[in-house]
């Protein structure tokens, strides 16, 4: 990657970022693009998060990523939102537009063109393990296709509670909220036609670690999907294969609003299945580095 003076910059904000691929994606994507730009990670800790306008104006960025804990916290700091990013209170790209900082959502998009591409059917009712803001962009999304009921689960009623009274008030859908624990995963559970790990339990380093057991997985027929792509395989995914249940992983989605990203900020579209490429030739390498 060549830099010089004229080299624009893009990044990703977040904490913690040791696990995230975007930079290599973004970044091995540019260059075969023939664009002169670079993706940065940028670690920034939550008292920091005021200081990130001035930062993305002074330095000229292009845009970035929003990633956890700040997909909802970042929305004061911007100036206008996108119907999409308005509508699920949460945004995971933000661009400068001369300035004028505009919060976008690509996630529910993504989400929803991954199902499309492995041919699966959501049906019509999700489970949501997590309330976060990668679930309020994937509950907008799968509303919008028309299921009948949505379920969250989160350690924060509250949160929960929000999202559920949110996506009712805005959509046709019922929704509900339940603490996360055992008897309400396995109650919900066994009428689910898909559940959705939103939650980042499980993802590298921790990935012994899954927000189920997989005796709660036991008597669903729901297609298990993990918003996780690294790893590949979660936890959480290997104990529904195990069981017979299919399963999608986050890879899809990661690529689908990685590519949505560079079209927003830079209005070309992107070499979809090269991005894919490089993602999972990384994460074969951490599995097997012979």
Known sequence: MHLDGKTELMGLIGYPLQHSLSPLMHNLTLKKMGLNYIYLALEIEEGKLPEIPSAIRTLNFRGLNVTIPYKEKIIPFLDELSSEAAACGAVNVIKNE??????????????????????????????????????????????????????????????????????????????????????????????????????????FPDIDKSPVSKEDLRGSRAVLCDLIYNPLQSRFLSWGQALGLETMNGLGMFVQQGALTLEILLGQKPPLDYMKEVVQDQLDKRVDPD
Do not use: H, K, W
């Open 98 to 203: 001369n300035g004028r900082l505009q919060g976008y959502n690509t996630d529910g998009q993504g989400f929803v063109e991954a199902l499309r591409d492995e041919g699966i059917d959501p049906g019509e009712r999700a489970l949501f393990i997590g309330a976060g803001g990668a679930a309020r962009s994937v509950a907008f999304a799968l509303a919008g296709l028309g299921l009948s009921r949505l379920d969250f689960l989160d350690l924060d009623l509250a949160r929960a509670r929000q999202l559920a009274e949110l996506i009712s008030s805005r959509s046709s859908s019922f929704a509900s909220a339940s603490l996360m624990n055992r008897f309400e995963f396995q109650r919900l559970s066994r009428t689910a036609s898909i559940i959705i790990n939103c939650s980042p339990v499980g993802m």
